[in-house]
């Protein structure tokens, strides 16, 4: 049985998809991009804060699921510059336990929706 996991503290989607879905103890979230919730506005003039946003709109899906980064046993990044690795990874670093810390993999793509830096997603399980 699956559960849509949907809150107005992360992005509405912007496709036929939703936030994320429940199955069992297993949260599978979409991926997030630096879409401000409440003014509809990306965040994309540095990438630190484009990955803050990107990271507390995640934070937002997984406490509406029940969850906290506590929770996430498997991260994606997808990067549209390699270049911003570190800085992407400073933001991502402070939500994680280094001792306790997800699976990962980061990835280059030549492009993300709406022409964004970073996208993540996560798995999670209570």
Request: charged share 20%; proline share 5%.
């Given at each position: 049985?699956?559960?849509?996991?949907?809150?107005?503290?992360?992005?509405?989607?912007?496709?036929?998809?939703n936030?994320?879905?429940?199955?069992?103890?297993?949260?599978y979230?979409?991926?997030?991009?630096?879409?401000?919730?409440?003014?509809?506005?990306?965040?994309?003039?540095?990438?630190?804060?484009?990955?803050?946003?990107?990271?507390q709109?995640?934070?937002a899906?997984?406490?509406?699921?029940?969850?906290?980064?506590?929770?996430?046993?498997?991260?994606?990044?997808?990067?549209?510059?390699?270049?911003?690795?570190?800085?992407?990874?400073?933001?991502?670093?402070?939500?994680?336990?280094?001792d306790?810390?997800?699976?990962?993999?980061?990835v280059?793509?030549?492009?993300?929706?709406?022409?964004?830096?970073?996208?993540?997603?996560?798995?999670?399980?209570?």
């Amino acid at each position: 049985m699956k559960k849509i996991i949907t809150t107005s503290k992360a992005p509405a989607p912007i496709g036929p998809y939703n936030q994320a879905i429940l199955t069992g103890n297993t949260l599978y979230t979409s991926g997030q991009i630096a879409i401000n919730p409440e003014t509809g506005e990306l965040v994309t003039d540095e990438i630190k804060a484009e990955s803050e946003q990107v990271m507390q709109n995640l934070k937002a899906v997984l406490a509406e699921a029940g969850m906290t980064f506590e929770n996430v046993i498997k991260t994606t990044i997808f990067l549209s510059d390699m270049n911003n690795f570190s800085l992407v990874n400073e933001v991502y670093g402070k939500y994680f336990n280094e001792d306790t810390a997800p699976a990962r993999e980061t990835v280059a793509v030549a492009a993300l929706p709406k022409f964004v830096n970073v996208e993540i997603s996560v798995i999670a399980v209570k």
